[in-house]
């Protein structure tokens, strides 16, 4: 048997220890062999492969980023997409895929799965925001990096007085600024699911300054404010529809500087969120991810998702997974609006 494995949508830390794994069991316990298309759905779509044999994946268990590439290709915007997948899978005699990914690459992963392509799908995003798993690989890493990052904003806010508003990732979840933000002890959170008043945040942080603190604000980049909307980098939208966010901190950070009257400043943690070694957590996840896939292959058991159920690795349905975004609950929200202020 061969099958073929692809990344894709925006690349987080533990995507190699998945690939290690899919080639380790794939090739040493079943014999089978392992293609690896290159770019996510680009590389079914044109026949874009690279040799994933065991000595390819010496070494890449700790390594961030995807040694096969990725992108945000949407095969069912492409002319001919399927088709064309169809013909390449046949032509390098692929019998079935393992596509690790997101909301879109899976969604993708469930369209070709009706379309008779035999598809088993592996959740990651560091945004945690996939419905039918407890958690995604990658998420832990984000979170661990925004800590750090909120830990280390402290000390320099606190020698100057400043308040910091921290722009970590999320366009629709809020999970890496409620956990960061409660991990680094922020006096303010902000999340997409919950829209934010400008007068109250404003409210916590003076209330912050006069306890001789200085205010940390850790705001998800799709957070909008009361009578706003979401603050966009730019307006132009990728195959899948998302535009691209971006802003909003530094929006924040004047308006804060406005009102009160006292320095403020904005950091906006980016890709740094998403790059570099994963943490000890989501190796140990994308490994068990990485060979129950597999185990789901062999099975012949295509259209399904591998997920964390407590500490189980389960298998639900692709459409599951899909059907709606993970959100954070406002009662999980409202959990840390305790600290706030
Ligand atoms: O999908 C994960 C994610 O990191 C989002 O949190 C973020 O909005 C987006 O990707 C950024 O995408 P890009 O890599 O296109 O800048």
Sequence with gaps: MRIGVLTGGGDCPGLNAVIRAVVRKGIEVHGWEVVG????WQGPIEGLTRPVGLGDVEDILTRGGTILGSSR?????VEGGVDKIRAVLADKGVDALIAIGGEDT???????????IGVVGVPKTIDNDLGATDYTFGFDTAVHIATEAIDRLRTTAESHHRALVVEVMGRHAGWIALHSGLAGGANVILVPE?????????EWVKSRFEKQYAPIIVVAEGAIPEGGGEVLHSGEKDAFGHVRLGGIGTWLAEEIAQRTGKESRAVVLGHVQRGG???AYDRVLATRFGLHAVDA????????????RGTDIVRVKLSEATAELKTVPLERYAEAEVFFG
């Design 37 to 40: 298309f290159r770019n996510g």
């Design 73 to 77: 290709t949407n095969p069912y915007k």
């Design 106 to 116: 899976l969604g993708v992963a469930k369209r070709l799965t009706d379309d008779g």
């Design 194 to 202: 919950r829209k934010f008043s400008v007068d109250k945040v404003v």
């Design 277 to 279: 070694i994963p943490t």
């Design 297 to 308: 292959v062999a099975e012949g058991d295509f259209g399904v998702m591998v997920a964390l």
